[in-house]
């Protein structure tokens, strides 16, 4: 009969996603789907997985692919019943308007995934300079007295 593995509490903390963040997905395989914002945004993607490896030198790999390109997180190789944990996160720019299609998933040797999450959070815009009437632009910070 196969072990049941139950998550901890520091990995239930590694799986959570940060404040702000839409949840995609959260399971064991991963997800191929797509974004899309109104207006130009930064969005960062992250993909987070943990795994109990089942047998020598076992191991876990994440994976996000979009644009033609991957970016990967990895742990191991590990002992049997040692736990893995991997995350991997890019920053991309979603253009307004249109959807930007991706894959996040988990792959695993001798070991068994017990749980992948990905995210999207939405980067905070820099704060936009204040301008004065001749188009420079005013530090709040600096005192006007002479």
């Known amino acids: 009969m196969a072990a049941h593995f139950k998550l901890d509490e520091e990995e239930t ?6 404040d702000g963040a839409a949840l995609l997905f959260a399971g064991a395989s991963g997800t191929e789907t ?8 930064v969005v960062r993607l992250s993909v987070q ?47 307004g ?22 995210w999207a959070a939405d980067m905070k815009r820099p704060a936009t300079p204040k301008v004065d009437s001749a188009g420079h632009e005013v530090d709040a910070a600096r005192s006007t007295r002479n």
Request: charged share 20%; proline share 5%.
């Open 13 to 18: 903390h590694f799986l959570a996603a940060p």
């Open 34 to 41: 797509w974004i899309e914002r109104a207006e130009d945004t």
């Open 49 to 95: 997985a943990v795994a109990v490896a089942t047998g020598e030198g076992g191991s876990l790999e994440v994976c996000i692919e979009l644009n033609g390109a991957a970016a990967k997180g990895r742990d191991g190789p590990a002992p049997t019943d040692y736990r893995l944990s991997a995350g991997q996160s890019v920053e991309v720019m979603v253009k």
């Open 97 to 118: 308007g249109e959807r930007l299609a991706f894959k996040a998933y988990p792959t695993a040797q001798s070991a068994m995934i017990l749980r992948t999450v990905v």
